[in-house]
């Protein structure tokens, strides 16, 4: 099992353009979670997913689009990227039992010039 | 507003001793709390969990302790390897009845450096 990949690993991006983060998981999860992590923030929720077709905006939404079309796979998009957008994204998933942890991918650096 | 607090942003042990990292909360919501950890350039890795309904749990040469009274939780790592030289994210999960979502509220993190 690869468990949480994401793509791509590194990204440098100018203010405006647009990108879109993948992120696929093969453990059969139905939840998954994108978060961001600054330094001295710890990782904070963006968007999230509780099944295939499903989102809901996290901790930090403004931004971000997402989707969920498929079970393993769960997009993050930036329509139009700022400074304030330079992070490291990472993804997670877990299955849907009560306080079961979240698998984290190994994170994606963005800077936005 | 941080709901999860790690006042400590960073922590030196010599190899051998005891670690401890210590975390606090402010929503008397949590049920749920657990400790990650990050090496540089990857992702966090689940290392252990507690339930409110406890006070302790141990798993090897980690035990974390709960206190819900004073909001507070603490992770003991003994004997502390330079292996576990990483970042500690403590995190806690709201009960959420029939509306689980599995959403985890992280703390800002402690850089644990466990000298040789």
């Known amino acids: 099992n690869a468990g949480v990949t994401q793509t791509p690993k590194f990204r440098v991006l100018k203010t405006g353009q647009s990108m879109t983060l993948l992120c696929a998981q093969d453990m059969n999860h139905e939840y998954m979670y994108w978060y961001r992590q600054d330094p001295g923030m710890g990782l904070r929720l963006i968007h999230y997913s509780v099944g295939e077709g499903t989102t809901a905006k996290g901790e930090v939404p403004d931004g971000y689009n997402v989707s969920r079309l498929k079970k393993q796979n769960f997009l993050l998009g930036l329509e139009s990227a700022a400074p304030s957008q330079t992070s490291v994204y990472f993804c997670?998933?877990?299955?849907?039992?009560?306080?079961?942890?979240?698998?984290f991918g190994p994170g994606t650096r963005l800077t936005v010039l | 507003d941080q709901q999860v607090k790690q006042n400590s942003p960073s922590l030196s042990v010599q190899e051998g001793r005891i670690s401890i990292l210590n975390c606090d909360y402010t929503n008397s919501m949590f049920d749920y709390f657990l400790w990650y950890k990050k090496y540089p350039a990857e992702g966090p890795t689940f290392l252990i969990s507690?339930?409110?309904?406890?006070d302790k749990n141990e798993d090897g040469r980690f035990t974390v302790f709960l206190n819900k009274s004073a909001k507070h939780l603490s992770l003991h790592i003994v004997p502390s390897q330079p292996g576990d030289s990483a970042v500690y994210f403590c995190a806690a999960s709201p009960w959420a009845g029939s509306s689980n979502t599995g959403k985890l509220i992280f703390g800002q993190g402690t850089t644990l450096q466990v000298k040789p």
């Open positions: 997670a998933s877990r299955d849907h039992q009560e306080h079961n942890e979240q698998f």
């Open positions: 507690i339930s409110s309904i406890k």
